[in-house]
């Protein structure tokens, strides 16, 4: 998808010298060894070309059997090719990923990028199994992971006659590398025709494997040599108790008041073997008055079987998000009983709610209220005086949802539903999508456009536009179910795209817990994964120009990612994770390094084996959590009830309409300075760690804030964490840790520059509010401590008049136990008044 800085490599790896023997024992070694001799060969003996034989394929050659092999024999694939120059290794600074192996280098190529309107002279090119390095005699060095790759075409340019000789030179035989998602385009000249062609079938053959070749791809290889632990997998019933749904409700009774009753909702198996729908998971969420029979002649009513079933919803009412695709009504109309019964039982549950009108879905809200929450005149229409108990939001056009009925599908007629209403809301379609990002990242990498004009060619993509509709969609599914609580059913075609989109952006407006940092976790292998995204039919892992379905590829999950970064971008102190989370999640779509987005579906993945053969995201991700958790994260309280203000997030939508702008993720790779740069006084690090973090957090430790002097030692471990500065970057703040892989820094400088710049100015206003609280803290403890003393003083004194009046000794006694207790009241105060203050 995009091309990666020098930087991003993990340092956990091995020099090449040790690759080989972290693959196979001895014996098995030997045996491969030899298989690998025979095929092995040498094209170009003094051209600069040289192979590294691939130590996992066995018989199968240096390529998969799209690549024809070479010609003439090879050296023993022991250890790396050392003909070429003595620094190859060079290219990516002595460290690969465990697994990773050299498989060619090349010398003396050329090398052009869309990028930039210069040509590179001398470059030196390397392949592993995971990336493809280049180094310019600048030293600017550019890597690709081979997911990345879109295309690889072979191209002859015919060269020019001399103006001195009558005689012309050969011509050029180059290749064309273009990456998926940014498009950014790589013009490749080797030295000769034998480089250029084998270079060419390499990639072909490693790059493309084919659908039926997932396996080899690097992800499969890097988890047979990196054994660490894994996280806890996602789990359907852990996730929905989590949110309290199967928690005992309690309902209106005319006589008691109030009764428990069970929840309205269950977890059905009957998808245990992926037979009512392939593409949801085994374990879902539907009505307890409906059975598994109905649940399946609802399947068959709806597009690809994907039937209503909960993602989110709470144990105290019946706010609630249901997904589903669009029913199968076509130009005749059709009706299916088991469907309507479905969507009437979801609304049934809204009646016997106890909060009233509240509950009931009855609210009434003011206009003024709902035209500054929403900044739409017409919502009040469609808040207040919309009597339905099941709303259903249509994320299509309403011409795309009319137009789909000739193909036998179409949308919820009123009249089949009575107790539901159904609003469209415009989201345009993959190919939409598809077009606009491609006109995003033309002008985002084009080094001739005119700066001037610049946010035009933005605004002309609509690639904005886009990002704020499924805001929008997904604030108002947010204020339906917290503010009327009742049933949202969100849907689209195929309910896998912009359903997923919509789904899982207003459960981060809802719930507190996908705002942290495994909470979103949880989030994105519900929603997109588990829910049946389908990310190999979006992103064509490993697949050919000739296997892969182009119309289908679209930047679906790129997109929500864009529209998460609005909210962490606007509203930092909200989200415990930062914008370096969201950009590693977003470079790791297409490189393959992980198997976390690999196949369609669960069923997949699960036949598949992903979990225990492939490398996860999430790991990766938590193992550097450290630096990639936003410092200004203020917790909400997960426990509380989902009707305390501290479970919600919704900010008037004007309020995020009016300030999205461009994720900074589109212009790492943009030929021209972008992103800002960091004052002189900001890369100071010492000036950083020693005023900002003293402000932020006094005597806070260092590997809690994240913020580490230059050079300094800690002493817990006695690692270095220091600037990851310098480069093309300009500096960063942060720590640098030796055992954490670099592309966390290297990937952008927005993120570096915002944190900084958050760092210095924040730093005073967090000053102000903490001396705020303190005074208000101490004020009131100081009104509890002499209202207690004066308590304790009359209390005292009445006892010695009672003394000296001569009163029974069982009310003196009475009187004691009342002192003792305010004197450990007291007591208790002035403890939890030093700890507070502390």
Known sequence: ??????????????????????????????????????????????????????????????????????????????????????????????????????????????????????????????????????????????????????????????????????????????????????????????????????????????????????????????????????????????????????????????????????????????????????????????????????????????????????????????????????????LQGNQNAYDEKLLKVIGDAVRHDTAGTIGAGGRIFPPDYLYGMSGDHNLKDIINHCPASVRIFDLRPKTSAVANRATGHGYELQASYPNTSLAFYSIQNIHAMRDSLNKLMTACLSPTINDMTFGKAVEDSHWLTHVKGVIAASWEVAFVVSHKKVPALVHCSHGWDRTSQVCALAQVFLDPFYRTFDGFKVLVEKDWLSFGHPFQLRCAHGEGKHERNDEQMSPIFLQFLDSVWQLVNLFPSTFEFNSRYLMLIAKHIYSCRFGTFLYNTDKE????????????????????????????????????????????????????LRRVSLWDFFLKDSPKESMGVLPEFLKNFKFVSSEIEQKLGGGRDSEESGLTSLGEEEEDDGEDDSLAGGGKNGGSVGPDRTDVDPEIFSLQRGADVMEAWMHASWSTIHEQEKALMKARLQKTLARELSVSQRKMKSAEAFVEDLKAGGEEEDEIQTLKKRVEELELQLVAATAKAKEDES
């Open 605 to 656: 993945r699960v036949g598949g084996d992903i979990s225990d053969r492939t490398l996860s995201l999430w790991d990766f991700l938590a193992k550097n959590r450290l630096h990639l958790t936003n410092p200004f994260y203020k917790p909400k309280w997960l426990g509380l009830s989902f009707s305390s203000e501290d479970q919600l997030f919704l900010p008037p939508l004007p309020t995020i």
């Open 1 to 330: 998808m995009q091309a990666l800085s020098v930087d991003e490599i993990d340092p956990l790896a091995f020099t090449p010298d040790d690759v080989d023997q972290n693959v196979d024992s001895p014996p098995k070694q030997k045996e491969k060894q030899s298989q690998k001799e025979k095929q092995s060969h040498k094209l170009n003996n003094g051209g600069g070309l040289n192979f590294m034989p691939d130590t996992r394929r066995g018989s199968a050659g240096l390529a998969p059997a799209t690549a024809a092999p070479p010609s003439k024999p090879h050296h023993s694939p022991s250890k790396p090719n050392t003909a070429g120059p003595a620094d190859w290794d060079a290219v990516v600074q002595n460290q690969f990923l465990p697994g990773e192996t050299v498989l060619m280098h090349l010398q003396s190529c050329k090398m052009a990028m869309s990028s930039s309107p210069y040509i590179s002279q001398n470059c030196r090119v390397l392949m592993t199994q995971y990336r493809l390095a280049f180094e310019a005699p600048d030293e600017k060095r550019i890597q690709i992971p081979l997911g990345d790759i879109f295309t690889v075409n072979s191209e002859i340019t015919p060269s020019s006659s001399s103006s001195s000789s009558s005689s012309s030179s050969p011509p050029q035989h180059s290749l064309i590398i273009i990456c998926k998602g940014t498009n950014l385009r790589l013009h490749l000249v080797p030295s000769t025709q034998a480089e250029a062609m084998s270079a060419f079938q390499l990639l072909q053959g490693y790059a493309f494997p084919g659908r039926q070749g997932l396996e080899f791809l690097f992800t499969f290889e890097g988890k047979k040599t990196d054994q660490t632990l894994s996280l806890p997998p996602y789990s359907a019933s852990v996730e929905f108790n989590r949110q309290k749904i199967f928690s005992v409700r309690k309902h209106a009774c005319p006589v008691s008041g109030f009764k428990a009753v069970p929840s309205p909702y269950r977890i059905s198996e009957v998808n245990k073997d992926y037979g009512v729908c392939g593409s949801y998971p085994r374990e879902i969420v539907v009505p307890r008055n409906v059975s598994d029979e109905e649940i399946k002649q609802v399947a068959n009513f709806r597009s690809e079987g994907r039937l209503p079933i909960m993602t989110w919803g709470n144990g105290t009412d019946s706010g609630s998000i249901w997904r589903c695709s669009q029913p199968k009504v076509g």
